[in-house]
């Protein structure tokens, strides 16, 4: 240590400074790279945005109205009446009179069911927060 102090007195203050500058010549090399890397990052935060934006916008244009989604509803429901009336319509033709439609009634049962299910869902997933 006594060597270095010794050595660090002797060296000229020119040549210190040129030691410094020597040393120091690596770093001024960095800092415009990390200039440059923050100006990229800003860059591609814009770039980012611009998408972002540009995807709200084609999201809006294929989104469904509130209108649209009520007329939708609305002739799901009617399909779905229609369908009820005429599971039981057979239900009452089999089981009052008789008639061999067991098979008619079953179909439309189920598709009654799983319209009905539709509905439902779509239902939630359009209208539950309401």
Do not use: C
Not at 8 to 28: D, E, N, Q, T, Y
Not at 56 to 82: C, H, N, P, W, Y
Not at 88 to 104: D, E, R, S
Request: hydrophobic share 55%.
């Amino acid at each position: 240590m006594l060597q270095a102090i010794k050595i660090f007195f002797k060296v000229s203050l020119l040549r210190f400074a040129g030691i410094m500058l020597v040393s120091m010549l690596p770093m001024l090399g960095m800092l415009p790279a990390y200039a440059e890397e923050a100006n990229q990052a800003n860059d591609s935060a814009q770039i980012l945005h611009a998408f972002n934006e540009q995807h709200r916008e084609a999201e809006r244009e294929k989104s469904i109205t509130d209108k649209d989604k009520q007329r939708v509803m609305f002739m799901l429901g009617v399909v779905l009446i229609t369908l009820v009336l005429i599971t039981g319509g057979l239900g009452i033709a089999m089981g009052l009179y008789g008639k061999p439609v067991f098979l008619a009634h079953m179909i439309f049962a189920g598709l009654s069911m799983t319209l009905a299910v539709a509905h439902a869902i779509v239902g939630i997933v359009w209208f539950f927060p309401f």
